[in-house]
Nanobody
Framework: QVQLVESGGGSVQPGGSLTLSCAAS????????MRWVRQAPGKGLEWVST????????TYADFAKGRFTISRDNAKNTVYLQMNSLKPEDTAVYYC???????????GSQGTQVTVSS
């Protein structure tokens, strides 16, 4: 079955950087569209970024443009999210997801916590 395991979160000061990783298994990763979403305390899931199966055509939420970079390594079955210039409002649990069908995504169950504070 599909397994998505996020890692790389932590606590950083405003302006800092983190790189999140999502290790995938249980499906053919190289054919999958992948995304990152996040959930801030008391809020719903918020889309962050999506990348196609070959690593091209990344798309970003407005808040992520210019600060976040999504990438993937199909040889390692891993998708990444490089986050720079982090702000307190980026504090959230970050999850990766695999596209299943229109409007349907399989999302990792554990997520990785990112906390940005001084």
């Amino acid at each position: 079955q599909v397994q998505l395991v996020e890692s790389g979160g932590g606590s950083v000061q405003p302006g800092g950087s983190l790189t999140l990783s999502c290790a995938a298994s249980g499906f053919t990763f190289s054919t999958a569209i992948m995304r990152w979403v996040r959930q801030a305390p008391g809020k719903g899931l918020e889309w962050v970024s999506t990348i196609n199966n070959r690593g091209g055509s990344p798309t970003y939420a407005d808040f992520a443009k210019g600060r976040f970079t999504i990438s993937r390594d199909n040889a390692k079955n891993t998708v990444y999210l490089q986050m720079n210039s982090l702000k307190p409002e980026d504090t959230a649990v970050y999850y990766c997801g695999k596209y299943q069908a229109p409007g349907r995504w399989t999302t990792g169950s554990q997520g990785t916590q990112v906390t940005v504070s001084s």
